[in-house]
């Protein structure tokens, strides 16, 4: 059985647990403290970062980009009719989204109004393509799931948590996403693809009183900012 080695809360661990999720393979999940690395682990792992996942014939593979694409070639294709341009097309929409995975935890760790604005506009810049890109269809490629909406599944999940718990709306504004983000969350991969904890483990980390969506204070955004106007941070 293949086997995730994990942080809990790490969204680059949540795209490949997600394909594993909509693809039905089975596959175990061992979690590690990223703050306390142990020494197993980092004498597999070549860059000392997760995910990683370990084969049936026991290789090691890293970098989620990589792990992927493994899945989506060893396993049954999810979209098996598509070209090779239409999936080259979907890895660079999915490139877009993991390039953006690291921005969205900077952003929800804002410590001030002026952070949070600074950073949340370069997440602005992703959500705004992919919003100019989206038809009027549940997901990315039409009715049918495709290694797109895997890809920004983790950012939209987290931005529904930030919402749920918070108050605040990283996707006002952008309607269209905020379509496909509860099209995919109606799907119960989110759910699936994470631990039980994880809400509470993520809260505790980005809604804690060192952020500001975590303290409730308000944001302090220009008037044009539709998402704090709209915001219970406000």
Not at 108 to 120: G, M
Not at 206 to 219: A, K, W
């Amino acid at each position: 059985m293949l086997k995730v080695i994990s942080f809990k809360i790490c969204p680059f661990v949540q795209r490949v647990t997600a394909l594993l999720e909509a693809k039905q393979i089975p596959y175990q999940v061992e979690y590690i403290s990223l703050s306390d690395k142990p020494q197993w682990f980092l004498e597999i792992s070549p860059n000392g970062q997760v995910p990683l996942l370990v084969t049936e014939s026991g290789s090691v593979l890293f970098e989620s980009d990589a792990i992927v694409e493994y899945l989506e070639e060893a396993y049954p294709a999810l979209q098996p009719e598509l070209g090779s341009e239409q999936r080259a097309l979907d890895r660079a929409w999915s490139y877009l989204a993991s390039k953006h995975y690291l921005v969205q935890c900077s952003a929800q760790r804002s410590p001030d109004s002026d952070t949070l604005v600074e950073r949340r506009a370069k997440l602005d810049s992703a959500f705004s393509k992919v919003d100019l890109a989206l038809a009027d269809c549940p997901y990315f490629n039409g009715t049918a799931l495709s290694m797109v909406d895997i890809a920004w599944l983790p950012l939209l999940h987290r931005a529904a948590v930030i919402e749920q718990r918070s108050g605040y709306d990283f996707l006002s504004g952008f309607p269209k996403v905020k379509h496909w983000q509860q099209a995919l969350l109606a799907t119960g991969l989110a759910e699936k693809s994470v631990s039980a904890d994880f809400d509470d483990r993520f809260s505790e980390f980005y809604l804690s009183d060192q952020t500001l969506l975590g303290r409730g204070e308000n944001c302090n955004s220009n008037e044009s900012d539709q998402a704090c106007a709209n915001s219970s941070c406000c």
